[in-house]
């Protein structure tokens, strides 16, 4: 059953676990709006909560901008290395980042071109940097934003780049993963139901891609590298 207590959520959008599994982070995003962390007893795994962001009041909905308000948090990325909790706040078209020891605010993250952002990813790779997928903006007619990848510095905030399959676009974003040295992308959509697996390696790797990397081939036999994006696909697959 709903709820908004401390061991009842209402719509729950995602989890994230340290990497020694004794604390762990549920953002409670859709009909209520707030990041809770619980820790747990390494010998008697009791559960016991240690701080809440955001409200729960069921609605889905802050009103407030501000920081520690939540219009639907829908993704986490840990950042253990920083000590962070950064967390996708999608209808306020940003990432809030936190003090995971503390639950302080730290940050906002908000560089151009991050719309209603979906998922996001850490890696400490590369001086550290957060991915996120921004997902459709019903009035992107007026607004300009794009459905796409974007890789931001997580001390700067400044947007580094972006990923997108080679040759296409994202069309519904979900939920984006990134392997630990940045050498890998994953990205599930919804509508359509499509999972992408991306690389900085630069070429394609397994037999599905073969007639595409011919295709890519000029009249010397070289493959020709494309410009529309830093990652390239390796694979993809239709739920």
Same mark, same amino acid.
């Given at each position: 059953?709903?709820?908004?207590?401390?061991?009842?959520?209402?719509?729950?959008? !995602?989890?994230?676990?340290?990497?020694?599994?004794?604390? &762990?982070?549920?953002?409670?995003?859709?009909?209520?709006?707030?990041?809770?962390?619980?820790?747990?007893?390494? =010998?008697?795994?009791?559960? =016991?909560?240690?701080?809440?962001?955001?409200?729960?009041?069921?609605?889905?909905?802050?009103?407030?901008?501000?920081?520690? @308000?939540?219009?639907?948090?829908?993704?986490?990325?840990?950042?253990?290395?920083? %000590?962070?909790?950064?967390?996708?706040?999608r209808e306020? $078209? +940003?990432?809030?980042? &936190?003090? !995971?020891?503390?639950?302080?605010?730290?940050?906002?993250? !908000?560089?151009? /071109?991050?719309? %209603?952002?979906?998922?996001?990813?850490? !890696?400490?790779?590369?001086?550290?940097?957060?991915?996120?997928?921004?997902?459709?903006?019903?009035?992107?007619? &007026?607004? /300009?934003?794009?459905?796409?990848?974007?890789? *931001?510095? *997580?001390?700067?905030?400044?947007?580094?780049?972006?990923? @997108?399959?080679?040759? $296409?676009? &994202?069309?519904?974003?979900?939920?984006?993963?990134?392997?630990?040295?940045?050498?890998?992308?994953?990205?599930?959509e919804l509508?359509?139901?499509?999972?992408? $697996?991306?690389?900085?390696?630069?070429?394609?790797n397994d037999?599905?891609?073969?007639?595409?990397?011919?295709?890519? +081939?000029?009249?010397?036999?070289?493959? $020709? %590298?494309?410009?529309?994006? *830093?990652? +390239?696909?390796?694979?993809?697959?239709?739920?």
């Amino acid at each position: 059953m709903p709820g908004n207590n401390d061991r009842q959520y209402c719509k729950p959008t !995602s989890v994230a676990v340290s990497a020694d599994g004794k604390s &762990f982070f549920v953002a409670d995003g859709y009909c209520n709006s707030r990041i809770i962390k619980y820790n747990v007893d390494p =010998t008697s795994h009791e559960v =016991t909560k240690v701080w809440q962001l955001g409200t729960a009041t069921g609605t889905g909905l802050t009103l407030s901008p501000g920081n520690m @308000a939540f219009n639907i948090p829908h993704s986490l990325a840990l950042a253990e290395d920083r %000590r962070t909790l950064c967390v996708a706040d999608r209808e306020n $078209k +940003r990432i809030q980042c &936190f003090d !995971s020891d503390a639950g302080t605010f730290k940050k906002t993250l !908000s560089p151009k /071109g991050l719309s %209603r952002v979906y998922a996001v990813a850490y !890696s400490p790779a590369n001086g550290g940097n957060i991915y996120a997928v921004n997902g459709p903006d019903p009035f992107s007619a &007026f607004t /300009g934003n794009t459905v796409e990848g974007l890789i *931001i510095g *997580i001390d700067d905030g400044l947007k580094k780049g972006t990923f @997108a399959p080679t040759g $296409k676009d &994202f069309q519904n974003p979900h939920d984006v993963a990134v392997s630990n040295d940045a050498n890998f992308i994953y990205v599930g959509e919804l509508n359509p139901f499509l999972m992408w $697996k991306l690389t900085s390696a630069g070429e394609h790797n397994d037999k599905n891609n073969r007639d595409n990397d011919d295709k890519d +081939r000029d009249g010397s036999g070289n493959n $020709k %590298r494309r410009n529309t994006s *830093i990652f +390239r696909r390796i694979f993809d697959f239709f739920g």
